[in-house]
T-cell receptor, first 112, second 116 residues
C-alpha cells in the first residue's frame, strides 16, 4: 500500500518564477491538504482540496493556488516567487470523514 | 483562533530513560483532536499518537503515551525506554472535530536528542 508521494524532492527557482509541486494521496484517500514549513517552524496550512474543489484556505496570498484531479492527486502552484517562499512543502492526505492526515516526504523549494 | 504552544525548543534524554514533551493549546471548542507527529531528519512527518477530546482515557501506542488534561488544555507526550531512533523533531497539533475545518494547527516543535 503506497503512502503519500510528492515530486520533485528538491527544487531551485529564482525570484519571479513560477513553480508546480505534485502530490499523490495514500490509497483510499480523497482529500489532500498542503502545508508550508519554514526552517525551524511548524507547518502552516495553505489549503485543502476535496472533490476537485478548494474547501478551506489558510492565510496565504492568491499567488498560491492548487488543483485536484479526478484521481485525487493534487498540484500546488506558486506564482511570482519570493525569497520568503523558500520552505519545505508538505502534502497530507486523508479520508474526508477521517480525522487523521498522513504526510508525504515533502518538496524542498529554494528561491534564489 | 486556536493556537498550539510547545515551550521546550530542545530536550535531551539518555537511551532507555523516559522523557516528557509538553504541549498546551487554546481553543473555545469542546470537540477536537490532538496529535503528536515526529519529523526525523528525513523530513517525513510521521503520526505518533492521536487523542480524541471526548475520550477521558489517555491514548497509548507502545512506548508512547499522552497525558491529556482537557480543563488545563494540556497534552504532553511521554516516551518510555527511549531509543536512538526516537531522535527527531516532535510537533504537537490540533484539529477541530466538526464542520469543514480540516486543517491541522501545529506548534513550533521540540527537538529531541537521545544520548547513547
Amino acid at each position: 500500500d503506497a503512502g503519500v508521494t510528492q515530486s520533485p524532492t528538491h527544487l531551485i527557482k529564482t525570484r519571479g518564477q513560477q513553480v508546480t509541486l505534485r502530490c499523490s494521496p495514500k490509497s483510499g484517500h480523497d482529500t489532500v491538504s498542503w502545508y508550508q514549513q519554514a526552517l525551524g517552524q511548524g507547518p502552516q496550512f495553505i489549503f485543502q482540496y476535496y472533490e476537485e474543489e478548494e474547501r478551506q484556505r489558510g492565510n496565504f496570498p492568491d499567488r498560491f493556488s492548487g488543483h485536484q484531479f479526478p484521481n485525487y492527486s493534487s498540484e500546488l502552484n506558486v506564482n511570482a516567487l519570493l525569497l520568503g517562499d523558500s520552505a519545505l512543502y508538505l502534502c497530507a492526505s486523508s479520508r474526508l470523514a477521517s480525522d487523521t492526515q498522513y504526510f508525504g516526504p515533502g518538496t524542498r523549494l529554494t528561491v534564489l | 483562533a486556536q493556537t498550539v504552544t510547545q515551550s521546550q525548543p530542545e530536550m535531551s534524554v539518555q537511551e532507555a530513560e523516559t522523557v516528557t514533551l509538553s504541549c498546551t493549546y487554546d481553543t473555545s471548542e469542546s470537540d477536537y483532536y490532538l496529535f503528536w507527529y515526529k519529523q526525523p531528519p528525513s523530513r517525513q512527518m510521521i503520526l505518533v499518537i492521536r487523542q480524541e477530546a471526548y475520550k477521558q482515557q489517555n491514548a497509548t501506542e507502545n512506548r508512547f503515551s499522552v497525558n491529556f488534561q482537557k480543563a488545563a488544555k494540556s497534552f504532553s507526550l511521554k516516551i518510555s525506554d527511549s531509543q536512538l531512533g526516537d531522535a527527531a523533531m516532535y510537533f504537537c497539533a490540533y484539529r477541530y472535530y466538526g464542520g469543514s475545518q480540516g486543517n491541522l494547527i501545529f506548534g513550533k516543535g521540540t527537538k529531541l536528542s537521545v544520548k547513547p
